[in-house]
Nanobody, 118 residues
Framework: QVQLVESGGGSVQPGGSLNLSCVASGITFNQWRFGWYREVPGKERERVAITDPNGVGKKYGDSMKGRITISRDNNRNTVYLAMRSLQPGDTAAYFC???????????WGQGTQVTVSS
């Protein structure tokens, strides 16, 4: 079965940094695009970053652009989201998603909570 497991969330003070990881199993990792998304109760899910299968093509959402870096290690079946200069507005559950262009099927992890507060 396909499984995506996020980790690395936690509580940090404003201006702090966190590094999230998403480990995938059950898929041919280097054939899948990956994205990071975040969700706050009562708000629409927001795409924060995506990467192509080889980790070269990347796009970032406006909210966190300039403060995050998405990367992947295809030898470890892991995609990362490095976050810095975090602000209270970044508080959310962060989710990893695997998808392919033109294919309806996608997979989601369980999420990892990021809380930014003083």
């Amino acid at each position: 079965q396909v499984q995506l497991v996020e980790s690395g969330g936690g509580s940090v003070q404003p201006g702090g940094s966190l590094n999230l990881s998403c480990v995938a199993s059950g898929i041919t990792f280097n054939q899948w695009r990956f994205g990071w998304y975040r969700e706050v109760p009562g708000k629409e899910r927001e795409r924060v970053a995506i990467t192509d299968p080889n980790g070269v093509g990347k796009k970032y959402g406006d909210s966190m652009k300039g403060r995050i870096t998405i990367s992947r290690d295809n030898n470890r079946n892991t995609v990362y989201l490095a976050m810095r200069s975090l602000q209270p507005g970044d508080t959310a559950a962060y989710f990893c998603r695997a998808y392919q262009l033109g294919v309806d099927t996608d997979y989601w992890g369980q999420g990892t909570q990021v809380t930014v507060s003083s």
